[in-house]
């Protein structure tokens, strides 16, 4: 006598979500990293605060490469002068993810060019 149906439809169906989830955690393990990070910087905001103001960062992590350790370098500008630097250290970007930070500056922002650029990371 064979198998009932409802036993072969079973064993399929766990044979799929088998295969399924070793494919998943196949393309998950870590290989060789062919991706570095690729970190885009964007200014969110400008707050007042009482030391000052406050430039609202994010970090968007378009790779599939983690960051940790970003350092991130702010400046106020009037032309080719800088008027003012600001640093910040994000610990973690992960791949494909965005976070947010913020860089403090005495001079009022909204005044001058404001630009944000990554200085350097460290790999996981």
Do not use: H
Request: hydrophobic content about 35%; proline content about 6%; aromatic content about 8%.
């Amino acid at each position: 006598m064979g198998k009932p149906l409802t036993e072969w439809i079973c064993a399929g169906l766990g044979a799929i979500i088998a295969i399924g989830t070793f494919t998943v955690v196949a393309l998950e393990l870590p290989g060789e990293e062919a991706d570095v990070p690729d970190v885009r910087l964007m200014v969110t905001g400008v707050e007042p605060t009482s030391g000052g103001y406050l430039v609202r960062i994010r970090a968007r992590n378009l790779s599939g490469a983690t960051a940790t350790a970003l350092e991130v370098e702010g400046t106020l500008k009037r032309g080719s002068e800088t008027i003012e630097t600001s640093r910040v250290t994000f610990d973690y970007v992960p791949r494909d993810s965005d976070e947010s930070g913020g860089l403090w500056f005495r001079q009022d922002p909204r005044l001058y060019e404001v630009s944000v650029r990554a200085t350097g990371y460290q790999d996981p």
